[in-house]
T-cell receptor, first 113, second 112 residues
Framework: GNSVTQMEGPVTLSEEAFLTINCTYTATGYPSLFWYVQYPGEGLQLLLKATKADDKGSNKGFEATYRKETTSFHLEKGSVQVSDSAVYFC????????????FGTGTRLQVTL | EPEVTQTPSHQVTQMGQEVILRCVPISNHLYFYWYRQILGQKVEFLVSFYNNEISEKSEIFDDQFSVERPDGSNFTLKIRSTKLEDSAMYFCASWSLPVPQYFGPGTRLLVL
């Protein structure tokens, strides 16, 4: 079945540092890939998505590229802010956008001044 | 921006009691989902619902669980006889093209 593996957290960075959160996946066919973010006390919000190989999703300075050859969808941001502190979830959905999401375990990011 | 809402935000119940978690999906969405996250673990799919019937369910979604859309706006998850291991955060989500799934803020369920 489908699965998503994320790097363990927590990740603690100073403001303006470079962020990478690794995500790899196992899936049949051609999944769509997502990053969701959960701020303290809030629900899951879509951060970015990519629906086919070599697509780059981007939003709010975050980027991730759908790499089929390495089955990866790593999240990056060049300069993090304190307001980026949250839990980040990598997820995939199988063929057919209506299909369920399979999530990674989530990575907590803490950004300090 | 449209949003999915969930009530209650927190629920404490005794083992063996029935609970109903409520969700109001985005109004023009057609697919509805429940997920749960046990503390410190992955967000797990429970069930999807389309056209007034279950379209897919996971192994977790056993006979103790049921879903319904009673009035065209609410989407509910019922747990008939709660167990300690049902303690988790429960998320509702809804979807229609062209956007990905929108999630609600979750209901934190604690079974004592």
């Amino acid at each position: 079945g489908n699965s998503v593996t994320q790097m363990e957290g927590p990740v603690t960075l100073s403001e303006e540092a470079f962020l990478t959160i690794n995500c790899t996946y196992t899936a049949t066919g051609y999944p769509s890939l997502f990053w969701y973010v959960q701020y303290p006390g809030e629900g899951l919000q879509l951060l970015l998505k990519a629906t086919k190989a070599d697509d780059k999703g981007s939003n709010k300075g975050f980027e991730a590229t759908y790499r089929k050859e390495t089955t990866s969808f790593h999240l990056e941001k060049g300069s993090v802010q304190v307001s980026d502190s949250a839990v980040y979830f990598c997820a995939l959905s199988g063929a057919g956008t209506a299909s369920k999401l399979t999530f990674g375990t989530g990575t907590r990011l803490q950004v300090t001044l | 921006e449209p949003e999915v809402t969930q009530t209650p935000s927190h629920q404490v119940t005794q083992m063996g009691q029935e609970v109903i978690l409520r969700c109001v999906p985005i109004s023009n969405h057609l697919y509805f989902y429940w997920y749960r996250q046990i503390l410190g673990q992955k967000v797990e799919f429970l069930v999807s619902f389309y056209n007034n019937e279950i379209s897919e369910k996971s192994e977790i979604f056993d006979d103790q669980f049921s879903v319904e859309r009673p009035d065209g706006s609410n989407f509910t998850l019922k747990i008939r006889s709660t167990k300690l291991e049902d303690s988790a955060m429960y998320f509702c989500a809804s979807w229609s093209l062209p956007v990905p799934q929108y999630f609600g803020p979750g209901t934190r369920l604690l079974v004592l």
